[in-house]
């Protein structure tokens, strides 16, 4: 399994039921979703929060996350354009690695040159 599915996985199966609900009310609410959703995300955020391999994604990728909700805020009508940016944030998620095992820097000490 690639990080990148992990790392939604995770999102998914320890925040789903957030997700589902945020996606329903974002989809129920064209016009208003940032201000009628916000609490939802904000439910996302606090259950994802629990979990230290999301929180590392959150932190390594927090730019393409950040734009990625930009573009969500201008094509609130066409979330199809932000398709770019979703991809962006899902590259950088799959590069992080969950720091729980040693990596092999801190396992293998480079001798000093």
């Not at 996302?44 to 590392?56: E, F, L, M, V």
């Not at 690695?97 to 801190?106: A, I, K, V, W």
Request: hydrophobic residues 35%.
């Amino acid at each position: 399994m690639s990080h990148r599915q992990a790392a939604l996985e995770i999102t998914a199966r320890y925040c789903g039921r957030e997700l589902e609900q945020y996606g329903q009310c974002v989809a129920a609410k064209p016009e208003s979703w940032q201000r009628d959703c916000h609490h939802l995300k904000m439910s996302i955020a606090q259950c994802t929060s629990a979990h230290p391999i999301i929180r590392q994604i959150r932190q390594a990728c927090s730019e393409p996350f950040k734009a990625f909700e930009e573009c969500l805020r201008q094509n609130e009508a066409a979330m199809g354009n932000c398709a770019e940016h979703v991809r962006r944030f899902l590259q950088c998620a799959e590069q992080v690695q969950p720091t729980h095992r040693p990596s092999t820097l801190e396992a293998h000490p480079l001798p000093a040159s």
